[in-house]
């Protein structure tokens, strides 16, 4: 068994190809695919091309990362602040707690 060995340019220029053949066969197969999702870890620098070709969200390890991480840790820094939002919370939904 031969094992050959690539630089990361000519890794992409042979990877990236093959990749969008398989996902352009996939959506032309499977027209209620709406998302993509990427689980190899050596695809998340591709997930741009994927999308430009698509036209469909594409997610990876590292969104899911930032969206679990957004989720859990909310900060006024990137929303503004807020300062009636739990007491406008409290009136939206009065048998939820905040």
Do not use: W
């Not at 996902?23 to 998302?35: G, Q």
């Not at 689980?39 to 997610?59: D, N, R, W």
């Amino acid at each position: 068994m031969k094992i050959e060995l690539f630089s990361s340019q000519e890794f992409s220029e042979r990877l990236v190809p093959e990749v969008c053949a398989v996902v352009r066969e996939l959506t032309e197969t499977h027209a209620d695919v709406r998302a993509l999702l990427l689980e190899c870890s050596l695809l998340p620098p591709y997930a741009a091309v994927l999308q430009k070709q698509t036209g469909l969200p594409v997610f990876d390890y590292t969104s899911l990362i930032d969206m679990v991480h957004t989720a859990l840790n909310r900060n006024t820094r990137h929303y503004g602040p807020f300062p009636n939002a739990v007491s406008a919370f409290s009136m939206a939904f009065p048998n939820i707690s905040a």
